[in-house]
């Protein structure tokens, strides 16, 4: 049976901290979770872009849901990201992570190939089916050969554990339709490639990005804000954050957060290779950008 949970709010992306010999850092992740849970999120996400997956082994992927997990002390849902080019593998990832404790799976299709809808279908049927958790949609067309088209996205919101859709695309419209087309079956978030505030005024339900892992306070004092329909006030919040926004689409997106976090004092180390970190004048404007939002002391 479905597990009973609603999905709203601030889920920040969270980053993978590895060390030099491939290992997980614990301790520097539980920090980063409960102190992010302190600050009011709303959910946590690991394994998302911002968490690398795509350079981490099964091992890796594992071990960081398992501390996030046991970080969260159900305080907070883990909504844990799956990927894979395979149906076996995302299947097998997702019932580990329900064995594991998530709360729900973010669901991320790799394609080496190409796939024609009727195989993206089948996909993501496929890791609703093996679990009995909430299953998030993940869409983003920039970085995916074979992404989620409308028509299967109606098609997957009508599978009963499949009640949300994290659109990743800098395509507000794009949220707007599916929303339409949904009719209440999916629930949709936003992603950092959004404007937080007028995602919420159309219908969005929240935000998944990793932006809010170095600006918690900020992003769940900005989604309160709209949740109270204060859209001015709303406003005068969203603009100082678009920046932060706007400071990391400059750039490697892993290397941003895991700069930026560095700056306020956690230990997540550099991007896994072959990504570089940030060069200093990159760093320097993430530090500006940190400090004008009230997110890094000067």
Same mark, same amino acid.
């Given at each position: 049976?479905?597990?009973?949970?609603? /999905?709203?709010?601030?889920?920040?992306?969270?980053?993978?901290?590895?060390?030099?010999?491939?290992?997980?850092?614990?301790?520097?992740? @539980?920090?980063?979770?409960?102190?992010?849970?302190?600050?009011?999120?709303?959910?946590?996400?690991?394994?998302?872009?911002?968490?690398?997956?795509?350079?981490?082994?099964?091992?890796?992927?594992?071990?960081?849901?398992?501390?996030?997990?046991?970080?969260?002390?159900?305080?907070? !849902?883990?909504?844990?990201?799956?990927?894979?080019?395979? $149906?076996? &593998? =995302?299947?097998?990832?997702?019932?580990? /992570?329900?064995?594991?404790?998530?709360?729900?799976?973010? =669901?991320?299709?790799?394609?080496?190939?190409?796939?024609?809808?009727?195989?993206? /279908?089948?996909?993501? #049927?496929?890791?609703?089916?093996?679990?009995?958790?909430?299953?998030?949609?993940?869409?983003?067309?920039? /970085?995916?050969?074979?992404?989620?088209?409308?028509?299967?996205?109606?098609?997957?919101?009508? $599978?009963?554990?499949?009640?949300?859709? #994290? &659109?990743?695309?800098?395509?507000?419209?794009?949220?707007?339709? $599916?929303?339409?087309?949904?009719?209440?079956?999916? #629930?949709?978030?936003?992603?950092?490639?959004?404007?937080?505030?007028?995602?919420?005024?159309?219908?969005?339900?929240?935000?998944?990005?990793?932006?809010?892992?170095?600006?918690?306070?900020?992003?769940?004092?900005?989604?309160?804000?709209?949740?109270?329909?204060?859209?001015?006030?709303?406003?005068?919040?969203?603009?100082?954050?678009?920046?932060?926004?706007?400071?990391?689409?400059?750039?490697?997106? +892993?290397?941003?957060?895991?700069?930026?976090?560095?700056?306020?004092?956690?230990?997540?180390?550099?991007?896994? !290779?072959?990504? +570089?970190?940030?060069?200093?004048?990159?760093?320097?404007?993430?530090?500006? @950008?940190?400090?004008?939002?009230?997110?890094? @002391?000067?």
């Amino acid at each position: 049976m479905m597990a009973e949970m609603e /999905f709203h709010g601030v889920f920040p992306y969270l980053v993978s901290p590895v060390d030099a010999s491939g290992e997980v850092k614990a301790v520097v992740l @539980t920090r980063l979770c409960d102190d992010l849970i302190q600050a009011g999120v709303h959910g946590l996400t690991p394994l998302g872009s911002t968490g690398e997956f795509a350079y981490l082994s099964w091992a890796q992927r594992r071990r960081v849901v398992e501390v996030v997990i046991e970080a969260a002390r159900g305080r907070v !849902p883990v909504v844990a990201g799956v990927a894979a080019t395979t $149906i076996a &593998d =995302a299947t097998a990832q997702a019932r580990e /992570f329900e064995q594991m404790g998530a709360s729900g799976i973010l =669901a991320i299709l790799e394609a080496y190939f190409p796939l024609a809808d009727d195989g993206v /279908f089948s996909y993501f #049927k496929a890791i609703a089916d093996a679990v009995s958790l909430p299953v998030v949609l993940y869409t983003n067309p920039n /970085f995916q050969r074979s992404d989620l088209s409308l028509p299967v996205i109606d098609r997957l919101s009508r $599978i009963a554990n499949i009640g949300y859709i #994290k &659109d990743a695309s800098n395509n507000t419209g794009r949220l707007l339709s $599916i929303i339409n087309l949904v009719e209440g079956r999916m #629930k949709v978030f936003a992603a950092s490639a959004h404007i937080p505030a007028t995602v919420m005024l159309i219908g969005g339900v929240g935000w998944m990005a990793g932006p809010a892992c170095v600006a918690p306070r900020q992003s769940v004092e900005l989604f309160e804000t709209c949740r109270g329909g204060d859209w001015t006030r709303a406003m005068e919040l969203q603009r100082p954050l678009w920046a932060l926004n706007q400071a990391f689409a400059k750039y490697n997106l +892993a290397a941003c957060i895991k700069g930026a976090l560095e700056l306020q004092g956690y230990a997540v180390g550099a991007p896994l !290779p072959p990504q +570089a970190g940030l060069a200093p004048e990159a760093l320097e404007d993430v530090r500006r @950008t940190l400090i004008a939002i009230g997110a890094l @002391t000067p």
